[in-house]
């Protein structure tokens, strides 16, 4: 073997070199969309049921210090705790809903949702009168005015079910069901898989493809932790009907916003609550019956 | 090209791989990081969360900043058998009421008591109390308001924490023309994911399949056409099945 470099062997070596290198910026591609060193305490955080106390103070102090250094606002997380005795449940007046989605677009300020891409829990069906056809309904309708006439319009939002599809197939328990019918998510925990968007037979589960983007004076700066704090991308979100104020006691966003007055949220343990009396004198149903999800979201009409 | 030694020809191939490592690590790292999507601009989209009431319906005076009692004007006014048709100061109100079409079913017809409603036995009753005269004939949407499941909550749902404001009968309705205006809905659901680009239909704008209309079946696709005129004479339905005689 002659120890001279031959023109084949440096040839041969450069391309090495250069695939090489080319192999490695690629494989350090995702570095490139971090801002400084990966922060060691979020890789290492526990699951929210895991936390103790002192873990959570913690993790929602970086998480603040964090959405400063992101969006220069000045948040608070909180983390409210289920009640005793409190179940919640919503109601819906079909026969009053006028389809405006002025009720997702008072969630979408509420929950800091993504707004490039755009993402609404609530999604507005479009259908025929006379009968439910969840097959032709359309949610992209967008007329000059509504009500159409011979339509109605079908709000759907997560209907926080007893019996969870999306709680079942999550293969890391990063969302489950509170004891007041909530279901959450851990944005911290979940790995982005979506299979709980898949089970979900009301489609009422988003997924963040890409960081969400929001301008900094349309951030709500009252968060909770299980709620509407700032998401990562990569992890799935949805409907927790505004839990950071519903166990505060105040009626979720999408319900003060509604301009007829078709919303109706309560506590089911409570008797003398709004949702009670609509239960039990109103013929209420719930969508998909069939599939045995026991939703605690009821639809009625009344006119 | 020759090197001295294989070790210098090592050495230098090494640095070299080295630089290039280097230099291939610096370009990747210190190009821009990935450009964040545009905020849509959101400045467009106003949402107004007041009541869907007809756009000026008020009377004009009172539009116009001017305070007054009914009294000033109605100080002689007969009591009117047929609807009327608005006027003057009340030109500008939306009247629909449906059956309710008398302007004397609500308003006191008594010119010294033109300040007040009347209910449906006679007795005059002060504009403050407009709740009870809705309540005197939508007494079932009375009863589900009061209990909640009628008209717009804010504030607590839960009553030992905060007070729940609840909406009389006149904020969202309009007691002339108490139907909901129609209003413009607020754009629909943005593209799936991602802003907008260019050559790409925005998510949404084809048509639900569903939704299209159903194309016509081609006639390749039908049979022969029958001339009525050669078409079989069929019997009367039924003519063989009556009863037999006896």
Same mark, same amino acid.
């Given at each position: 073997?002659?120890?001279?470099?031959?023109?084949?062997?440096?040839?041969?070596?450069?391309?090495?070199?250069?695939?090489?290198?080319?192999?490695?910026?690629?494989?350090?591609?995702? %570095?490139?969309?971090?801002?400084?060193?990966?922060?060691?305490? !979020?890789?290492?955080?526990?699951?929210?049921?895991?936390?103790?106390?002192?873990?959570?103070?913690?993790?929602? !102090?970086?998480?603040?210090?964090?959405?400063?250094?992101?969006?220069?606002?000045?948040?608070?997380?909180?983390?409210?705790?289920?009640?005793?005795?409190?179940?919640?449940?919503?109601?819906?007046?079909?026969?009053?809903?006028?389809?405006?989605?002025?009720?997702?677009?008072?969630?979408?300020?509420?929950?800091?949702?993504?707004?490039?891409?755009?993402?609404?829990?609530?999604?507005?069906?479009?259908?025929?009168?006379?009968?439910?056809?969840?097959?032709?309904?359309?949610?992209?309708?967008?007329?000059? &005015?509504?009500?159409?006439?011979?339509?109605?319009?079908?709000?759907? &939002?997560?209907? &926080?079910?007893?019996?969870?599809?999306?709680?079942?197939?999550?293969?890391?328990?990063?969302?489950?069901?509170?004891?007041?019918?909530?279901?959450?998510?851990?944005?911290?925990?979940?790995?982005?898989?979506?299979?709980?968007?898949?089970?979900?037979?009301?489609?009422?589960?988003?997924?963040?493809?890409?960081?969400?983007?929001?301008?900094?004076?349309?951030?709500?700066?009252?968060?909770?932790?299980?709620?509407?704090?700032?998401?990562?991308?990569?992890?799935?979100?949805?409907?927790?009907?505004?839990?950071?104020?519903?166990?505060?006691?105040?009626?979720? !966003?999408? %319900?003060?916003?509604?301009?007829?007055?078709?919303?109706? @949220?309560?506590?089911?343990?409570?008797?003398?609550?709004?949702?009670?009396?609509?239960?039990?004198?109103?013929?209420?149903?719930?969508?998909?019956?069939?599939?045995?999800?026991?939703?605690? @979201?009821?639809?009625?009409?009344?006119? | 090209?020759?090197?001295?030694?294989?070790?210098?020809?090592?050495?230098?191939?090494?640095?070299?791989?080295?630089?290039?490592?280097?230099?291939?690590?610096?370009?990747?790292?210190?190009?821009?990081?990935? $450009? *964040?999507?545009?905020?849509?601009?959101?400045?467009?989209? =106003?949402?107004?969360?007041?009541?869907?009431?007809?756009?000026?319906?008020?009377?004009?005076?009172?539009?116009?900043?001017?305070?007054? =009692?009914?009294?000033?004007?109605?100080?002689? =006014?007969?009591?009117?058998?047929?609807?009327?048709?608005?006027?003057?100061?009340?030109?500008?109100?939306?009247?629909?009421?449906?059956?309710?079409?008398?302007?004397?079913?609500?308003?006191?017809?008594? *010119?010294?008591?033109?300040?007040?409603?009347?209910? /449906?036995?006679?007795?005059?009753?002060?504009?403050?109390?407009?709740?009870?005269?809705?309540?005197?004939?939508?007494?079932?949407?009375?009863?589900?308001?009061?209990?909640?499941?009628?008209? +717009?909550?804010?504030?607590?749902?839960? /009553?030992?924490?905060?007070?729940?404001? /609840?909406?009389?009968?006149?904020?969202?309705?309009?007691?002339?023309?108490?139907?909901?205006? *129609?209003?413009?809905?607020?754009? *629909?659901?943005?593209?799936?994911?991602?802003?907008?680009?260019?050559?790409?239909?925005?998510?949404?704008?084809?048509?639900?399949?569903?939704?299209?209309?159903?194309?016509?079946?081609?006639?390749?696709? /039908?049979?022969? $056409?029958?001339?009525?005129?050669?078409?079989?004479?069929?019997?009367?339905?039924?003519?063989?099945?009556?009863?037999?005689? +006896?």
């Amino acid at each position: 073997m002659s120890d001279a470099t031959t023109r084949r062997d440096f040839l041969k070596g450069g391309v090495a070199v250069v695939a090489g290198v080319a192999s490695v910026a690629a494989a350090l591609e995702p %570095l490139r969309g971090l801002d400084g060193p990966p922060d060691v305490d !979020a890789w290492l955080q526990s699951h929210y049921h895991e936390m103790t106390p002192d873990e959570k103070a913690a993790a929602i !102090a970086r998480l603040e210090a964090a959405a400063k250094a992101e969006f220069g606002v000045d948040i608070t997380i909180s983390d409210p705790q289920p009640e005793a005795k409190t179940k919640f449940a919503y109601a819906l007046n079909l026969g009053v809903c006028v389809g405006c989605r002025k009720c997702a677009y008072a969630c979408e300020a509420e929950n800091n949702t993504s707004r490039a891409p755009g993402k609404q829990y609530i999604r507005v069906l479009e259908m025929n009168k006379g009968g439910i056809d969840l097959e032709s309904a359309n949610h992209h309708y967008d007329p000059e &005015q509504v009500p159409q006439a011979g339509k109605f319009y079908m709000p759907v &939002q997560c209907h &926080q079910c007893d019996h969870p599809p999306c709680v079942k197939v999550c293969p890391v328990e990063a969302t489950w069901k509170e004891p007041d019918g909530i279901v959450v998510v851990d944005y911290d925990w979940c790995i982005g898989c979506r299979y709980c968007e898949a089970a979900c037979p009301y489609w009422a589960r988003r997924f963040n493809f890409e960081k969400p983007v929001i301008k900094p004076e349309e951030i709500n700066p009252k968060t909770g932790y299980l709620s509407n704090r700032p998401r990562p991308a990569g992890v799935m979100e949805k409907c927790t009907f505004c839990l950071h104020r519903t166990r505060e006691g105040r009626y979720p !966003a999408c %319900l003060e916003a509604c301009p007829t007055g078709a919303r109706a @949220f309560g506590n089911l343990h409570d008797p003398k609550s709004e949702i009670r009396y609509i239960l039990e004198h109103k013929r209420v149903f719930v969508l998909k019956e069939e599939v045995g999800t026991l939703p605690n @979201f009821f639809y009625y009409f009344d006119v | 090209m020759s090197f001295p030694s294989p070790e210098l020809r090592k050495g230098a191939l090494a640095v070299g791989g080295a630089l290039l490592i280097y230099v291939g690590l610096a370009w990747a790292l210190s190009s821009a990081a990935i $450009a *964040p999507n545009p905020v849509a601009p959101r400045g467009e989209i =106003q949402v107004d969360f007041g009541p869907n009431r007809l756009p000026g319906t008020a009377l004009s005076l009172h539009k116009a900043g001017f305070e007054y =009692q009914c009294s000033e004007c109605h100080m002689d =006014q007969p009591r009117h058998a047929t609807p009327r048709t608005f006027v003057g100061e009340h030109s500008t109100l939306a009247f629909d009421h449906g059956a309710n079409d008398r302007c004397f079913n609500c308003h006191h017809p008594d *010119p010294d008591l033109a300040d007040q409603f009347v209910t /449906r036995d006679g007795r005059p009753l002060p504009f403050t109390e407009h709740v009870a005269l809705c309540a005197s004939c939508h007494g079932v949407v009375h009863r589900d308001w009061l209990r909640g499941a009628h008209g +717009r909550r804010q504030g607590y749902w839960d /009553r030992r924490k905060g007070e729940a404001e /609840r909406t009389d009968c006149v904020i969202c309705h309009d007691p002339h023309h108490p139907v909901f205006a *129609p209003i413009a809905p607020l754009p *629909p659901p943005g593209v799936v994911r991602g802003p907008a680009r260019p050559g790409l239909a925005p998510h949404g704008a084809v048509p639900h399949l569903l939704n299209t209309p159903v194309a016509p079946v081609p006639d390749t696709l /039908r049979g022969p $056409a029958i001339d009525p005129d050669d078409a079989p004479a069929y019997a009367a339905p039924h003519a063989e099945d009556e009863e037999p005689a +006896r």
